[in-house]
């Protein structure tokens, strides 16, 4: 089992800037490549972006590609997700996960989950 706590979300204006937050526990945080995803109201989740189990390897929605960073600290047990250049489209409830096993950018490949966070930009 792990767990996963998200923070740093809140209500910004377009073109700021936000840092997201996932501290894990339970087993090892570093044997988990990690994801962002997010939802809208209305919306399906989607992939935002994700880092393998190092750090040396990421990937990203089109949409968030050059605008957000998504980075991990294992001795820290923490994945972060740094937003720049937000949009109102960008406005959503953000999760960390865990991934065990699929496809990196499917949520069926992520077996656990965090409660997720609320970012919303304002025009």
């Known amino acids: ?16 800037s936000l840092r997201l937050s996932c501290g894990a526990s339970g087993r090892i945080f570093s044997g988990y490549a990690m ?18 189990q190092n750090g040396g390897s990421t990937y990203y929605a089109d949409s968030v590609k050059g605008r957000f960073t998504i980075s991990r600290d294992n001795a820290k047990n923490t994945v972060y997700l740094q937003m720049n250049s937000l949009k109102p489209e960008d406005t959503a409830v953000y999760y960390c996960a ?20 609320q970012v919303t930009v304002s025009s």
């Not at 089992?1 to 700021?16: K, M, N, Y």
């Not at 994801?35 to 393998?52: D, L, T």
């Not at 865990?98 to 966070?117: C, K, L």
């Open 98 to 117: 865990a991934r065990t096993w699929g496809p990196i950018s499917e949520t069926h490949a992520y077996a656990y989950w965090g409660q997720g966070t």
């Open 35 to 52: 994801g962002w995803f997010r939802q809208a109201p209305g919306k399906e989740r989607e992939f935002v972006a994700a880092i393998s």
């Open 1 to 16: 089992q792990v767990q996963l706590v998200e923070s740093g979300g809140g209500l910004v204006q377009a073109g700021d």
